[in-house]
């Protein structure tokens, strides 16, 4: 039977397409948003972009800021961001990988400074194509990977 | 100052000129006046001896511990505090810790300078400092040399920072090392990106021909060898001896952090080319000007 949606519409806050299944909730992991009310999940939706299917997470009431979204394309680099005001899309956002990490990637050395001295996480970008970050600490070069991202800390 | 990778080449000839000057009689005395804290998490003796003893020729005081277990880590003080507390006590900071990132960490807390004497297996740049003085000082330029760094390239941070340091002077290079050993792909694509010259050679013999300015030679590490048979094997195959040093060359200049084990022949420290010890006690001098630079004492 279809149904008149499959995921319902908010009135205001922030949709984020095109995420590759199943990383929703890695998406809503390093956000930092799980407690910060409500948020709906979409899982394995048919997509031309994602063969393996894509998800969609909507967040009500909540803006994203521009860092916030661009961290989402650590994840999911095609993800496409709609901000939703009075019910409309006031504003479609492109992402980019950013600049710097701040919090939401664990350094994959086990002797570096974040890890063993309570270090902040920080990372700067090394790499674009290859999406590759340098440690501001150990000054390891670390490749973005699922495993690696966290909620922020 | 705590990683080559904050520094420019402009920062990198200071350096070496006021290294020089200060081997050459001027500013003695530039830390009249200063406390320096040399906090040794891990044990050393050639950098911790050879910084108390820059602060001591400069005029200044040294205080501090040489063994983290005469410090409050050991009653459960994290090093965030014992660097918010210790920096109250001096002008300037030296600090060797195990931990990759330590003296990064220590820069954001203390309100005075930081050296970074050694954070684990990432950094040693005052080491870099005095290679660069010490080549310098042979060939009365670092631009444009054919520089052989041998032994550990996969772990030992001296010869990364002294990769990236010799990379800003366009020097050619050629790493020498047994398969396992090998330099970080990392490393080898940043001289790609920079255009830098480089060749791999398994053996010191494979460099012979090559007219090398400088044979860098460092320790292979045992315990990077799981099997004990094998680095016996690549233990032996990487010692120096005079031959290796004839065969490479009158110009060359051979080199090493030290402590050495048996990677070099006893017989080589006779020769011309072997500058080591020379390269060794150049850690005054260079540690004379970092702190007379750091402090003001030195401009």
């Known amino acids: 039977m279809d149904r008149a949606y499959k995921v319902y519409a908010i009135e205001n806050g922030t949709v984020i397409d095109h995420i590759p299944t199943p990383m929703a909730l890695k998406v809503v992991e390093i956000l930092g948003i799980g407690n910060e009310g409500i948020f709906t999940i ?3 939706f048919l997509s031309k972009r994602h063969p393996g299917g894509k998800d969609i997470v909507k967040i009500e009431n909540r803006i994203l800021l521009e860092s916030e979204t661009d961290t989402i394309a650590l994840i999911a680099p095609d993800a496409t961001i709609n901000i939703i005001r009075n019910g409309k899309v006031s504003e ?23 890890n063993k001295l309570g270090a902040a996480r920080h990372f700067t970008l090394e790499n674009r194509e290859q999406m590759t970050y340098r440690c501001s600490y150990c000054e390891r070069v670390a490749a973005v990977k699922p495993e690696n991202l966290t909620a922020p800390v | 100052m705590i990683s ?11 350096i070496v000129r006021r290294s020089a000057e200060l081997k050459q009689g001027s500013h003695q005395m530039c830390l009249r006046g200063k406390t320096v804290a040399s906090l040794f998490f891990e044990p050393s003796t050639r950098t911790r001896l050879s910084f108390e003893s820059a602060v001591l020729k400069s005029g200044g005081q040294v205080f501090g511990f040489a063994d983290p277990g005469a410090s409050s880590q050991k009653k459960g003080e994290s090093f965030s505090d014992s660097v918010r507390t210790v920096t109250g006590y001096c002008d300037a900071m030296v600090i060797r810790h195990p931990v990759e990132g330590a003296a990064r960490l220590a820069s954001e807390t203390a309100t005075v300078p930081v050296i970074n004497a050694g954070d684990g297996a990432n950094q040693h740049p005052t080491q870099t400092f005095l290679d660069l003085f010490t080549i310098h000082e042979e060939f009365q330029r670092l631009e444009g040399l054919k520089i052989g760094i041998m032994g550990d390239l996969k772990y030992g941070r001296t010869v990364h920072s002294l990769t990236h340091a010799m990379s800003m002077f366009k020097a050619e290079m050629v790493f020498i090392s047994p398969p396992s050993l090998k330099m970080p792909p990392a490393i080898l694509q940043e001289l790609d990106e920079k255009g830098i010259t480089y060749t791999t050679a398994e053996s010191p013999d494979d460099a012979s021909g090559m007219n090398l300015d400088v044979l860098y030679v460092t320790r292979i590490q045992k315990e990077r060898f799981g099997d004990p048979q094998e680095y016996k094997n690549v233990a032996h195959s990487y010692r120096i001896d005079r031959n290796t040093v004839r065969n490479l060359g009158e110009q060359v200049r051979v080199m090493h952090p030290l402590p050495r084990v048996d990677e070099i022949a006893e017989e080589v420290d006779a020769m011309p080319n072997a500058i080591y010890f020379r390269q060794a006690h150049n850690g005054v001098p260079t540690r004379q000007a970092l702190l007379g630079l750091v402090t003001g004492g030195i401009e």
Do not use: Y
């Open chain 2, 4 to 14: 080559l990778r904050d520094m420019t080449i402009e920062d990198l000839w200071t």
């Open chain 1, 92 to 114: 479609k956002r492109r992402i980019s990988i950013p600049a710097t990490i701040h919090g939401v990637m664990e350094c994959p050395n086990p002797n570096c400074a974040t």
């Open chain 1, 42 to 44: 979409g899982v394995g």
